[in-house]
């Protein structure tokens, strides 16, 4: 009877409220969906997610983000690099739209676990600043010689997303940083992120 009751127990199905996450006790797979933009909110979700995952073989993510802040994406991004490392599977569905950080965040899923819909809405660009409170967010990319603390800044962020596309990509940097310069924007659906190598397969 103890026997029974604890492998109908070990069967049973954990929704985690409030994260957005659908996790299977002693089941080979886990479940998130990771809706809306990418900033410390989602972050601190992510962090709870994994966290819930830990065990399982499998992490699937249903991603569908219009992105959001670098740093932020970063932090999330290494999230997902942590759990690799320790083995995990973590692999990436792109829904409606997987636009900016987004298309960096879907690209440090595993390789040959990085889905996206075909007709996702896909746009990969460089970093964005925004003009003030009442302003638009406009395209940053600053050339030497830098001499303001906000271009330092700036150069460093896209050094550090052309290093991450690259590493996820196969590309090198000189081209993956190309793609941040002001009047590169790429624009497209779920083939965009195939063929620039940010996702392996369409669905």
Not at 80 to 105: C, D, L, N, P
């Amino acid at each position: 009877m103890r026997k029974t009751l604890t492998a109908l127990l070990l069967a049973l199905t954990l929704t985690v409220t409030g994260t957005g996450a659908l996790f299977l006790l002693n089941r080979p797979v886990c479940e998130a969906r990771w809706d809306g933009d990418i900033d410390q909110d989602m972050v601190v979700r992510a962090v709870a997610d994994f966290r819930h995952a830990e065990g399982c073989k499998v992490f699937r993510i249903d991603l569908n983000s219009p992105g959001g802040e670098v740093v932020a994406g970063i932090d999330l991004i290494r999230q997902i690099e942590k759990a690799r490392e320790q083995g995990q599977i973590v692999e990436f569905h792109g829904g409606g739209i997987v636009a900016s950080m987004a298309t960096v965040v879907i690209a440090a899923g595993s390789p040959g676990h990085r889905y996206v819909y075909l007709y996702a809405l896909v746009v990969v660009h460089g970093v964005q600043v925004s003009e003030g409170p009442f302003g638009g967010r406009e395209c940053f990319f600053p050339v030497a010689p830098l001499t303001t603390e906000r271009d330092k800044i700036g150069s460093a962020l896209i050094d550090t997303m052309a290093i991450l596309m690259s590493k996820y990509t196969g590309k090198p940097i000189e081209v993956t940083k190309s793609w941040m310069k002001c009047g590169n924007e790429q624009y497209g659906n779920g083939l965009l992120l195939i063929r620039l190598g940010l996702a392996d397969h369409l669905e």
